[in-house]
């Protein structure tokens, strides 16, 4: 893995995109006090996770972002990118589950970006991540936003002013053992969020524990009651199999029945209305001989009329012969004569007006002229007389002719009334047989229609028993469940005993009280509830296993880190020695250096003690680093005695010494050369050169020694405007320059 490049854009007083790529093994920062040289340092600290404002010169979020100056507005923002190169597929990332994650990136570029509210955004490959994925990340590849691996002028002594445990922890986080450390934390994370999740179990199966008792004892009743049910179910299946049957049976011989009595009652009603309708000969029979007797009466009327109309012609030929007598002898009328006339006339007139028909009175009114003619006495009255008795005499046998005529007819019609009047007494006594047959088919069509309305009585009782039939069903159903429906696969022989099914309903209504009183109506819910309240507390019960089987598990697993954080400290410890003892001699010039693992004890906190109320005072033995030197050609052996400049010596030998065992990617050093003379410096330049086969380094530094180390020169100047400006210069410009 190698660092590639860095990008920094708004942060600090690099307002502009700046990029400082790292092409050789050393790229050294150099620039005066102030240009913001160390910002560079800085920039690496906070891409790489830094939290601490303090250790990047800063309060808040907002401190980093570039302030402004008099020519340049200031941001509203910080970003700083780096780039580092994983053709080795070296990063690793596991999720939160442990789970390891393919980068499949040949280059990693880790992004942060910080806004005015002091809000941060973490990106990896221009993706959003968070900041312990970050963290995950590099530590997979022994770096991170502080530590051995980026060293300040400060924090170069601070190894030999830190306790023992401090110096241990220091010593662990050189050698690559943070990853071991950060697992350590996160399964005691687990252990502790498997703690609280195991005495959440334990609450909700305490809490459960009484209802699951309450269920138990209601379970119990229930299969107590299950025995009566059984029974129930039993008598049910029985019963109602013997019903359902004595029901359909019914039903069909009902139907059965029903369907006969309609059917001859639709048979009776057709002979019936067969037998009404044989009525209409006998009264076309009386119809037409009430015509016939009106037309003899019709016919007797006018015969009357014709006789008495005979008689008056007879009176009138009488009464004209006499004329044509007296005519013959006086040729004078008489007053008489007169008379007589004028009533002839009114007996003509009086006839005429009882006519209805011209053709009746055309006759008599011809007869009057006549006799108006007759007084007027002209001469040949005595022929016209002749004419008038002959036309008389005509008009007589003319109506002698009628009369035959009509009595022939009236003969005709009684002949056909005899006969008519013969027939029609047949047809009563046959109609009198027959509406006595009708009678009888209407007796029994009353006694069909009041069969029916029984069959339609015994519909509506059976009706009633199939409604208490299911309604049976219906109450049964809640005490032995839907199995009462099960009836009708139940197998019975011999005849229905009424009697005995009546006793069997008498014992079910009885078992059914017991088991409404028992009020277990609702076995089948308390059933289902005490199973899921049992299987949650199995559940729960194998949450607890499961649970423990975990913290085990973790405290295996903790157990395993620590012994192999301890194995491998104790060889890196000797590694360190090795590299730490030829480090020290380079600088010093001979002399020895070790570090040595102690035990110190350590006492329980205040707070601890009020944890725990029997508290009794213990010790905890922690390990602990102690550095012991001895000077070529000096008697000193303890750090304390050490001069300024022997301690920085010393510091930098362990520090180097502690890189080179566990070398990191890239190691920053700022100015950790400050404090060092001319023969010190090129002793420093030395280790460089060594570090560097291991590592990129990336040193800020005044010194010109430690200058002409550098493969690329990077020079800062801050300008007028406020902003730094970066410079580079090539390894051979870089010598000059030293020079």
Do not use: W
């Amino acid at each position: 893995m190698r660092l590639q490049s860095l990008v920094i854009n708004g942060f600090k007083s690099f307002p502009k995109k700046t990029t400082l790529t790292f092409e050789s093994p050393v790229v050294c920062v150099v620039g005066p006090n102030g240009s913001g040289k160390s910002n560079v340092v800085e920039a690496i600290r906070f891409v790489l996770g830094e939290q601490s404002m303090k250790s990047m010169r800063g309060k808040a979020g907002s401190d980093l972002i570039f302030k402004g100056s008099k020519s340049l507005p200031a941001g509203s923002r910080a970003s700083v990118s780096i780039y580092l190169d994983n053709k080795d597929k070296v990063f690793k990332l596991t999720g939160d589950e442990g789970e390891n994650i393919d980068l499949g990136f040949d280059t990693v570029s880790i992004s942060r970006e910080v806004y005015s509210d002091g809000v941060n955004r973490y990106s990896l490959n221009d993706s959003d991540v968070r900041l312990k994925d970050i963290n995950n990340l590099l530590s997979s590849v022994n770096i991170g936003s502080s530590g051995h691996h980026i060293i300040s002028q400060g924090e170069a002594d601070r190894i030999l002013n830190a306790n023992s445990r401090e110096r241990k922890e220091m010593v662990e986080d050189a050698l690559g053992l943070k990853i071991y450390q950060y697992k350590i934390k996160e399964a005691e994370r687990k252990l502790d969020r498997a703690g609280s999740n195991m005495q959440e179990v334990s609450m909700l199966r305490r809490e459960n524990a009484p209802h699951l008792k309450f269920l138990e004892k209601q379970v119990e009743k229930i299969e107590k009651a299950k025995e009566l049910a059984g029974e129930l179910l039993s008598l049910y299946k029985e019963y109602l199999k013997k019903q359902s049957v004595y029901l359909e049976t019914e039903r069909a011989n009902l139907s059965k029945e029903k369907s006969k009595v309609s059917a001859e009652i639709l048979m009776l009603e057709k002979q019936i209305s067969e037998a009404e309708e044989d009525g209409a000969p006998e009264e076309k029979n009386m119809a037409e001989l009430s015509v016939l007797e009106k037309r003899v009466m019709d016919i007797r009327r006018l015969r009357g009329e014709l006789e008495r109309k005979i008689g008056r012609v007879e009176g009138m030929m009488d009464a004209e012969k006499e004329r044509a007598r007296r005519l013959a002898e006086k040729k004078v009328v008489a007053p008489e004569e007169a008379q007589f006339a004028f009533e002839k006339v009114e007996t003509l007139v009086a006839e005429a007006l009882s006519k209805e028909s011209l053709v009746d009175i055309r006759p008599i009114l011809e007869r009057i002229k006549a006799v108006l003619e007759d007084l007027h006495r002209q001469p040949g009255a005595e022929t016209n007389m002749a004419s008038q008795i002959e036309a008389l005499e005509k008009s007589r046998q003319e109506i002698f002719g009628e009369i035959e005529k009509i009595a022939q007819e009236e003969k005709s019609i009684s002949e056909k009334t005899e006969i008519l009047r013969a027939e029609n007494r047949e047809m009563m006594e046959a109609m009198r047989q027959k509406e006595k047959e009708k009678f009888g088919l209407k007796v029994r069509q009353q006694e069909l229609h009041s069969a029916l309305g029984m069959i339609l009585v015994k519909e509506e009782g059976l009706k009633h028993q199939q409604d208490d039939f299911n309604e049976e069903i219906r109450e049964g159903e809640p005490l032995v469940g839907t199995e009462i429906r099960s009836y009708k696969e139940f197998q019975f022989e011999g005849a229905i005993d009424h009697a005995l099914q009546e006793e069997t309903r008498k014992k079910i209504e009885r078992i059914k009280i017991k088991l409404e009183d028992a009020g277990l109506s609702g076995g089948a819910d308390i059933m289902t509830e005490y199973k899921d309240a049992t299987e949650r507390d199995v559940f729960l019960s194998r949450e607890l296993e499961d649970l423990e089987k975990s913290m085990e598990t973790l405290r295996s697993l903790i157990a395993d880190l620590k012994e192999k954080i301890d194995v491998e400290f104790k060889e890196g410890v000797k590694k360190i020695n090795n590299e730490f003892q030829k480090l020290f001699a380079l600088m010093f010039g001979g002399g020895t250096a070790i570090l040595k693992i102690i035990m110190e004890g350590k006492g329980r906190s205040r707070e601890e003690e009020r944890e725990e109320e029997d508290f009794e005072e213990e010790i905890v033995f922690e390990q602990g680093i102690e550095i012991s030197v001895s000077l070529p050609q000096k008697k000193v052996k303890e750090l304390h005695a050490l001069s300024g400049g022997e301690r920085s010596l010393t510091s930098i030998a362990l520090l180097f010494a502690m890189s080179a065992v566990n070398p990191p990617p890239f190691l920053v050093l700022d100015e950790t050369d400050a404090a060092l003379d001319e023969a010190n410096s090129r002793k420093y330049g030395d280790m460089l050169q060594i570090l560097s086969k291991h590592s990129q380094l990336v040193v800020i530094t005044h010194n010109r020694e430690t200058m002409s180390r550098a493969g690329i020169l990077y020079g800062v100047t801050i300008g007028s405007d406020g902003a730094s400006k970066l410079l580079s210069v090539k390894f051979d410009e870089a010598v000059a320059i030293a020079k």
